[in-house]
């Protein structure tokens, strides 16, 4: 990707304000150079995205906390379905903490329906794991 409105040292510093397991730096150096990777935002928040094909996928998303409840999300993930419609998406797909109801409920407003469930998804720094929604956006409905 191209002159990304955020550095990986930015991306980093909101994550870590948005996360219990935020990623590092260097990990977002490696997906801003990965094929299909759409960054969005500024330096309250932002969504990083993945297009393969027909699908785009939210990669991350995050608000930092100072921030929220203005409707940066809500406005971000709008802005990702039309960029990545633009890439020839027809659907985004993410998978979202199942005990995470600030994301769940903005991805309900934003159009998005749950259409599965990874069990013990994620792993918390605790060691404990927790099953993840698999919601979707059709753009064409
Ligand atoms: C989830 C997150 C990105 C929301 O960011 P935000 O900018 O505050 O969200 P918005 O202001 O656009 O909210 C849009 C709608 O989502 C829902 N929503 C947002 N936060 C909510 C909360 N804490 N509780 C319930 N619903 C919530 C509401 O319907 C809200 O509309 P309203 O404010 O008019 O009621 C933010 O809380 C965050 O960064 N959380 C930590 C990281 C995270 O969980 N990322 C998503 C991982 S999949």
Redo the contacts with the bound molecule.
Sequence with gaps: MDHPALSPDQLADIHAE??EAPWDKAAFARLLDSAGVSLLGDER?FILTRTIADEAEIL????RPS?????????LVEHAVVATATLGAQRMF?E?AEN????I??YT?CGFEQVGLRKNYYTRPDGSSEHALVMVLNFLQ
């Design positions: 948005a996360f928040g991350t998303l995050a608000v921030c929220r409840r203005q409707g940066l999300a809500r406005l993410l979202v995470n109801a600030a994301a409920g903005l407003v």
